[in-house]
């Protein structure tokens, strides 16, 4: 049935236009292999500067290692002083007015902020802003309104019958004071919440005062209706609410000159509001070819693709089913069969529509998504996102930079030499030879301006100086013999053939880059 379902799905979508290519993946139209990173981590910070600071003095580096976009993480004013920015407050401040017990956000100032942006921006790497529109944390005040207990694991169903609460809603921003938007938040501006305070019981609360209107229809159906994920959780058809939200789209991208957003926990919010967000921020001038892209979290390719159809080629989405592939064949080891590494994720069926992840900040070993990727497969899943030509790969700031969460020295090192090998050699077409169960291998055929490279890749356990089976490979090159050399040890060599076959293998349980040296 779920092979039916996922026909149909794929049928369905033969109308829709990808995203991607209507997307500024690049602020240089010329770069080559574009590429993005995330830049933090969940507790990053830096013991000697402001994480805005940091990403500015970064800022040569990334741009040696071939990085075109950067997502940063929430900027806006956090329910307290250490807080991420998912447990958003204020929109409005970020990092310019004393609020919350502090003026800068977790991450820097406004100025600091803003600094950074501008360096980026000079040195042709865009900014991504990380919008956390679907709830808010850290009220003002309290206020005593209506609402109805439902059953957490299905919000469809009330547990008892609409009565007083009391909850945090009312937000009045005073330290703000009315600057860049007027609104004040209020219990009408919301769909729900997740605590009491008049009987200090916890669970789920839709709102049900005068002039509200229940949970959103146009969102997940997990839980009967994801409306609620967490917080006070907002009523996106609330004129009031989508007027201030549309508006903060708007001046966000003024103020930092972003490239584009990062949406947060779509699932959640009303997909009609995120459509009109998405395409009043295209409206304004000079960002027809924002980049916008979306966190729909399912590692269940059927539960991805309705979203890609209904939003119609107006957003990219993160290939989580392909990050939960990764996920497994770590866990697994050499019993995980490398041929199907792609099935049933999205870059194999909407290649135009998939950003490539090997971790990020919710999947970390402690984190409310964690699927960590082991350092057994962490360096050969990034061979597979970076040095393919499918999808628009995304590097995690935890496996690049050193850090006290989940670092580690080889992974890095390699990680930066995948990253040149993406700019140097990964071109041209592309070939699969998916023919081991523990090793498998493909071919970028290199174009008019770049050569290009073979790659293979093994899972299977072994002794540490021990090699895979060998991949029998083609390389084109009109028939002629050449001589291919290890990008990780140089003394490694290969001679194809006079039909340009070689046999191509790499380290057990790691990955090897053959790059073309002479004719032979």
Not at 496 to 513: I, K
């Amino acid at each position: 049935m779920d092979t039916v379902k996922l026909w149909i799905e794929r049928l369905r979508l033969t109308s829709v236009s990808p995203s991607l290519p209507k997307m500024q993946l690049a602020p240089d139209a010329k770069a080559q292999n574009p590429v993005m990173i995330q830049f933090f981590t969940w507790e990053a910070q830096h013991a000697d500067m402001s994480w805005w600071k940091h990403f500015e003095t970064e800022m040569p580096r990334l741009a040696e290692l071939g990085f075109t976009q950067v997502w940063l993480p929430p900027p806006n004013k956090a329910m307290h002083k250490q807080g991420q920015g998912y447990d958003a407050y204020d929109l409005w401040d970020i990092g310019e007015f004393d609020q919350k017990g502090t003026v800068s956000t977790r991450w820097g100032t406004k100025e600091e902020l803003l600094q950074a942006c501008s360096a980026a921006r000079q040195r042709n790497i865009g900014v991504l802003i990380d919008a956390v529109l679907n709830h808010k944390l850290g009220a003002d005040r309290l206020e005593v309104f209506s609402a109805v207990p439902v059953d957490p694991k299905n919000r469809v169903r009330a547990l008892e019958g609409e009565r007083e609460i009391k909850g945090w809603t009312a937000f009045d921003f005073p330290g703000r004071q009315g600057r860049h938007s007027q609104m004040q938040w209020t219990q009408e501006h919301f769909s729900g919440l997740g605590h009491d305070e008049l009987t200090q019981t916890g669970g789920v609360y839709r709102i049900s005062s005068s002039g509200h209107r229940g949970w959103s229809t146009e969102v997940d159906k997990e839980f009967g209706n994801y409306d609620y994920l967490l917080g006070i959780d907002i009523d996106h058809r609330h004129p009031e609410v989508r007027h201030d939200l549309f508006s903060w789209g708007s001046w966000i991208l003024e103020e930092t000159g972003a490239s584009g957003f990062r949406l947060d926990a779509i699932k959640h919010i009303d997909r009609s509001f995120l459509l009109e967000f998405i395409q009043r921020s295209r409206n304004l001038p000079n960002r027809e070819r924002l980049l916008i892209v979306s966190e729909c979290w399912s590692t269940t390719i059927q539960k991805i693709l309705p979203y890609v159809r209904a939003f119609q080629g107006q957003t990219a989405f993160f290939d989580v089913p392909l990050h939960g592939k990764f996920h497994q064949a770590s866990k697994q080891g050499q019993s995980y069969d490398l041929r199907h590494i792609f099935d049933n994720t999205l870059v194999a069926i909407r290649p135009e529509d998939a950003v490539t992840f090997v971790d990020n900040h919710d999947t970390q070993v402690g984190q409310s998504l964690e699927s960590w990727v082991d350092t057994n497969f962490k360096i050969q899943a990034y061979a597979l996102i970076l040095l393919r030509c499918d999808g628009f790969p995304c590097v995690f700031y935890g496996d690049l930079y050193p850090n006290e969460e989940c670092f580690d020295q080889e992974t890095a090192a390699k990680l930066g030499q995948l990253l040149t090998i993406r700019q140097m050699f990964a071109h041209g077409a592309m070939k699969d030879y998916f023919e081991h169960r523990n090793c498998i291998g493909f071919v970028r055929m290199g174009d008019a301006g770049y050569p290009g490279c073979v790659v293979v890749i093994s899972n299977e356990d072994g002794p540490p100086d021990s090699v895979s089976p060998t991949i029998r490979i083609n390389v084109g090159l009109n028939g002629k013999k050449a001589v291919f050399h290890s990008a990780f040890d140089a003394s490694r060599e290969i001679t194809t053939d006079g039909g340009g076959w070689g046999e191509f293998y790499c380290p057990r349980n790691s990955v090897d880059v053959w790059i073309k040296a002479q004719q032979a």
